[in-house]
C-alpha cells in the first residue's frame, strides 16, 4: 500500500527556518508532480508549492522567495525549506504525489496525513 508519511514540523519563531521531508512508500512503478499544501485552522487547504518529476518548481505567491521545493527521485522524497517564518504560516503541511502503482496504470493522487508547523514568539 503506497503511504506518503511526512516529517520536519515543529514550534519555530518568527523570522525562523524549517525543513519538512515527504518520503513516498509501499509498491508502486513511479511518481509524477509531487508537492506541499497546507490547512490553517479554520481555512481551505491551499497549494504551497509543486515540483515536476523534472524537479521544475512553482510556488504560491505568499511563499515564494521564502520556500524551496526540492526532491530525490532515488530517495522517492520531496523536502520543502522554508525560511523566514511568520505566524501566518501556521498550519499543517501536507504532501501530494501523484503516483502510477505499475507502469501502465492511471495516475492517482495521493495524500499524506500532515506535520503540524507552528509559528510563534
Known amino acids: 500500500q503506497v503511504q506518503l508519511v511526512e516529517s520536519g514540523g515543529g514550534l519555530v519563531q518568527p523570522g525562523g527556518s524549517l525543513r519538512l521531508s515527504c518520503a513516498a512508500s509501499?509498491?508502486?512503478?513511479?511518481?509524477?508532480?509531487m508537492g506541499w499544501y497546507r490547512q490553517a485552522p479554520g481555512k481551505q487547504r491551499e497549494l504551497v508549492a509543486l515540483?515536476?518529476?523534472?524537479?521544475?518548481?512553482n510556488y504560491s505567491d505568499s511563499v515564494k522567495g521564502r520556500f524551496t521545493i526540492s526532491r530525490d527521485n532515488a530517495k522517492n522524497t520531496v523536502y520543502l525549506q522554508m525560511n523566514s517564518l511568520k505566524p501566518e504560516d501556521t498550519a499543517v503541511y501536507i504532501c501530494?504525489?501523484?503516483?502510477?502503482?505499475?507502469?501502465?496504470?492511471?495516475?492517482?493522487?495521493?495524500w499524506g496525513k500532515g506535520t503540524l508547523v507552528t509559528v510563534s514568539s
Open positions: 501530494n504525489a501523484d503516483m502510477r502503482e505499475r507502469r501502465f496504470s492511471a495516475v492517482i493522487n495521493y
Open positions: 509501499g509498491s508502486f512503478f513511479s511518481i509524477n508532480a
Open positions: 515540483i515536476s518529476r523534472g524537479g521544475s518548481p
